[in-house]
T-cell receptor, first 117, second 111 residues
Framework: GAVVSQHPSWVICKSGTSVKIECRSL??????MFWYRQFPKQSLMLMAT?????????EQGVEKDKFLINHASLTLSTLTVTSAHPEDSSFYIC?????????????FGPGTRLTVT | SQKIEQNSEALNIQEGKTATLTCNYT??????LQWYRQDPGRGPVFLLL?????KEKRKERLKVTFDTTLKQSLFHITASQPADSATYLC??????????FGPGTRLSVLP
């Protein structure tokens, strides 16, 4: 149980285009999902917290107009990188908190490798 | 501001030995601390959560301690195997707040 999927697993796009990444909780409901970014040999950095039915909460320094987050249902959150630039190339990982869970565990997706050329 | 440190960026040990990884935090009073495993190109996988009122927690070959006085958690893997090679991340946190990951320790278990 507690599986989180991401799609696509990797994507290459041209500078200036937009890319959408999906995060799904497959066997549980999640009112809260999180989006992280990880650069090579660095730890995960929280970008934003996605709440079902409401606006996302962005961490300091993350441009909300560039990284659009939509959490339309209890099992799906999407991250859209708008007008992507090469410096946006990174590993994007989502996680979800089980609505029925008793602890503070988060279940992570497998990640999406974004390369902007 | 809060700071999380993990003992070394990389740790090499011989197969069969016990690996000990350290997580230290400052300017922070977490109610719990989690440990995750991350393989290259993959998302983190939850391993253990220990609460501030728990001194020790075990799961198969894994053991975690949590010393709130020293502001430190130790993560042990006994009888280590090459398959244990991965990056291990600690993540102290408080309920109702987002937790923060440490920089990670890349463990290599040599056959």
């Amino acid at each position: 149980g507690a599986v989180v999927s991401q799609h696509p697993s990797w994507v290459i796009c041209k500078s200036g285009t937009s890319v959408k990444i999906e995060c799904r909780s497959l066997d549980f409901q999640a009112t809260t999902m999180f989006w992280y970014r990880q650069f090579p040999k660095q730890s995960l950095m929280l970008m934003a917290t996605s709440n079902e039915g409401s606006k996302a909460t962005y961490e300091q320094g993350v441009e909300k107009d560039k990284f659009l987050i939509n959490h339309a249902s209890l099992t799906l959150s999407t991250l859209t990188v708008t007008s992507a630039h090469p410096e946006d190339s990174s590993f994007y990982i989502c996680s979800a908190r089980d609505l029925a869970g008793s602890g503070n565990e988060q279940y992570f997706g497998p990640g999406t490798r974004l390369t902007v050329t | 501001s809060q700071k999380i440190e993990q003992n070394s960026e990389a740790l090499n040990i011989q197969e069969g030995k016990t690996a000990t990884l350290t997580c230290n935090y400052t300017n922070y009073s977490p109610a719990y601390l989690q440990w995750y495993r991350q393989d290259p190109g993959r998302g983190p996988v939850f391993l253990l959560l220990i609460r501030e009122n728990e001194k020790e927690k075990r799961k198969e070959r894994l053991k975690v301690t949590f010393d709130t006085t020293l502001k430190q958690s130790l993560f042990h893997i006994t009888a280590s195997q090459p398959a244990d090679s991965a990056t291990y991340l600690c993540a102290p946190g408080n309920y109702g707040q987002n937790f923060v990951f440490g920089p990670g320790t890349r463990l290599s278990v040599l056959p």
